[in-house]
Structures are given as structure tokens and as C-alpha cells.
């Protein structure tokens, strides 16, 4: 079966960056750009260039860095946003302008106090004034997810006539359950006049925890881009993360959905990331949290002892993380402690093993982890000690 490419569309330094205290400057976005060029994305979003002078030059020096991907400044439907958008990306190697509008009733009543068909006159405008400036132009349908599919239809149908390369369907608010997301992207691909000449994009935010779950469904129905951001950091509660999509798709290739995303790099550029905006990630986040290739139970870290694949469905190596980690805690079994023990240098008889575990439980039920330095002093005291090391 033929394999189709997913073209992966990083928003960390646009979406990801609107979270409240994560502002970056110019040099922290230039080197988080440098890896994700290296990280394998295929679009950029370097930033909102009218926004501030600072954005403006942030977009203007990402785009002269980066050598691979497509660099994209995010515009409003304003002739100016899009003017500022096009001089911030002159460096750019592929420039992209995005820009857009919202469309659904309540955007184009309470944002706008205006009608469907005068929304659909400024996105026609939008995008013909931009494409006046660069080639590749995507057009964003703002609430997307709450807007009607017949009239999206319509305000699709207008961008491409006016010259869009990309249709974003954003889920501003996080609403759509996964099957009414991927209808909506069904219906546009069925119903869409000319969307031939565009690809679908997909950028979901994670209100509901449905954000990856929507992407995925998105694509499975024919989008064939999706929007996200490292460790899904992003406005409220985020957006789609970038390496749950990406893993996905690795991880069921029945489903003939790939992307060019280098694994490898994806646990290094989400603590680059993290780093850079101050933004601690949650122990158990998927992917590239500190827990996800750890264990601590007894049962599961006797399975993992004996094959790894009894508890992880992906090798940690594959996204950059250097080994599984069996955490001793007092849920942990014999064959736990007398594996690390063993990595110590400490080979123990099932009746030493016997007497060390009673004292780790002990040592255990006072202390949350242990560490190798109290290893090393669980045995040292018990009375089987001697015998260790004379063995
Ligand atoms: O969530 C959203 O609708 C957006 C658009 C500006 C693309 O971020
Ligand atoms: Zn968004």
C-alpha cells in the first residue's frame, strides 16, 4: 500500500507562544527553529509579525536560518497584517503567509457584527491580496469546528478561487468530538468545489483532551496537514501535541499516514522547548513525559525484565530517550531490586534476596524513590552482607 505524507506544521513559536508568561525572544526562537529544522517539520509558524517589533523580527531572522522548511507568519484578514506579514518574511527560502478569518455565526456576529457574505468577500480578498506577495498562501476558517460544514464549504471554495495553497479547519475551541471533526473534514473533501487545488489542514485545541484524537481523525478522512506544538503547549489548554501525532501515525502503519518528523530528536527538542519557555512538562505526558518509559510496579517490571515489549509499544530510543527506567518504590517486586542490584555489581542468591527485599520494603515504605546511594546502603546493613560480598 502506497504510504501518504503528513505535512506537519509547527506552531510552537506562534500558537504555543500565546501561553500567558512564555514569551520568547529573538534568539530563543532562532534556536528553536534551528531544531526543528532539524527535527524533520515541514512548516514553520515563526510568529505573528504585526503583533510587536519583537515578533517582526523574530519571523525576519527565523527566515533567514532556516534552511529546509517552510517559514509562515500568521496574518488577520487586514491588508496591513498581511503587507507587515510579506516584508518580515523577505528572507525566507519557501515563505508562507497565513491568514484568515472567523467564520462561524457567533465569530461573525459578536467579532465582526457582520454577515456570511461579507465574510466571505474579505476571505476572497485576504487571500488574493496576499498571494500578490508570496505563492503559498493558507487560509484559516477561525471556529472552523463550530461553523456550519455547508457554509465552510463555501468560504473553502472562495479562498481557492483567490489562489490558496492550504485550508486550515481550526477547532478554535477545542469543541468537536474525533467523529464530528473528521465528518467535517469528509464533507469538505467531498463537497469543496476545486479541492484539488488545495490540501485540508487540521489544528485542533485541546479544551475537551480531544485535540490529538480530532488531528488523527482529521486525517484519516483526508487532511493532509496537521498543526501542532511540542509538549501541545498552546492557548487555555494547548494544542494538538506534535510528538502524540507523530508517534501515532508511526506506531499503526496499517493506517499508511507518515511523516517526516526524525524521531529521533523529538524527546530533545521537547526539553529544548521546555527550557526555553519556562514550561515544566507533566511527569506522565505522552511521548517525552519523565514517567512515560518508566516503571514502578512489581508485575509490570518483572515483565519488563524479561521483554520490554510486555509494557512499552515504542523502543524510547526511537524518540531520542536513552533507556526504559525500572523505578524501585515500595510497589516494586524482587526481580526489580535484584536487577538493579545486579547493575551495582551485587549478584544475590534468592535467600539473600530474600532478607535484602524485607529491608527495602522497610527503607521503601519511608522514602517515595530510591536511588542506587540507598541500594547500596539497604544492603550494606543487612545482616546478609557479608556473605554478598565474599561470594
Ligand atoms: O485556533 C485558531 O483558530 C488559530 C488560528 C489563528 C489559525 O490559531
Ligand atoms: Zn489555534
Redesign the pocket.
Given at each position: 500500500m502506497a504510504t501518504t505524507q503528513i505535512q506537519i506544521f509547527d506552531t510552537t513559536l506562534r500558537?504555543g507562544e500565546q501561553v500567558p508568561g512564555c514569551k520568547l525572544d529573538t534568539d530563543q526562537k532562532v534556536i528553536i527553529a534551528r531544531q526543528l529544522d532539524s527535527l524533520g517539520v515541514d512548516v514553520i509558524e515563526a510568529g505573528f509579525p504585526i503583533s510587536s517589533p519583537g515578533d517582526f523580527n523574530s519571523v525576519a531572522k527565523v527566515s533567514e536560518i532556516v534552511e529546509q522548511a517552510t517559514v509562515c507568519g500568521?496574518t488577520r484578514a487586514v491588508k496591513k497584517d498581511i503587507e507587515v506579514a510579506a516584508e518580515a518574511l523577505q528572507k525566507a527560502k519557501k515563505p508562507r503567509i497565513h491568514t484568515?478569518i472567523g467564520t462561524s455565526d457567533s465569530h461573525i456576529k459578536h467579532k465582526f457584527n457582520s454577515t456570511r457574505e461579507a465574510i466571505l468577500e474579505r476571505a476572497f480578498e485576504a487571500v488574493r491580496y496576499a498571494k500578490s506577495f508570496v505563492e503559498d498562501v493558507e487560509f484559516?476558517a477561525?471556529?472552523a469546528g463550530r461553523t456550519d460544514n455547508e457554509y465552510l464549504a463555501r468560504v473553502c471554495e472562495v479562498a481557492i478561487k483567490a489562489g490558496a495553497t492550504v485550508l486550515?479547519i481550526?477547532d478554535?475551541t477545542g469543541y468537536c468530538l474525533p467523529s464530528e471533526y473528521g465528518a467535517k473534514i469528509k464533507y469538505l473533501v467531498e463537497h469543496v468545489k476545486g479541492i484539488d487545488k488545495a490540501i485540508l489542514s487540521c489544528?485542533c485545541?485541546n479544551d475537551l483532551g480531544l485535540a490529538t484524537a480530532n488531528s488523527i481523525e482529521g486525517v484519516i478522512n483526508g487532511a493532509r496537514q496537521i498543526e501542532c506544538t511540542l509538549n501541545g503547549i498552546g492557548e487555555r489548554a494547548g494544542n494538538t501535541a506534535l510528538e502524540e501525532v507523530v508517534m501515532i501515525l508511526k506506531q499503526h502503519p496499517y493506517l499508511a499516514l507518515d511523516t517526516n518528523i526524525q524521531t529521533k530528536e523529538l524527546y530533545k527538542t521537547s526539553q529544548l522547548v521546555s527550557k526555553h519557555m519556562g514550561i515544566y512538562t507533566q511527569p506522565n505526558k505522552a511521548i517525552v513525559g519523565s514517567n512515560a518509559f518508566a516503571h514502578s510496579s512489581g508485575i509490570h517490571q518483572d515483565g519488563m525484565i524479561k521483554n520490554r515489549e510486555t509494557y512499552e509499544i515504542i523502543d524510547p530510543k526511537e524518540v531520542g530517550v536513552t533507556d526504559s527506567a525500572i523505578v524501585l518504590t515500595a510497589r516494586s517486586g524482587r526481580a526489580a531490586l535484584a536487577y538493579r542490584a545486579r547493575k551495582l555489581g551485587y549478584e544475590l542468591t534468592k535467600l539473600q534476596l530474600d532478607v535484602v527485599y524485607q529491608n527495602f520494603l522497610a527503607y521503601a515504605d519511608r522514602k517515595k524513590e530510591i536511588e542506587d546511594t540507598d541500594i547500596h546502603q539497604i544492603i550494606e546493613t543487612s545482616n546478609v552482607y557479608q556473605q554478598i560480598i565474599s561470594a
Open positions: 500558537d500568521l484568515g484559516y477561525e471556529d486550515n481550526p478554535t489544528h485545541h
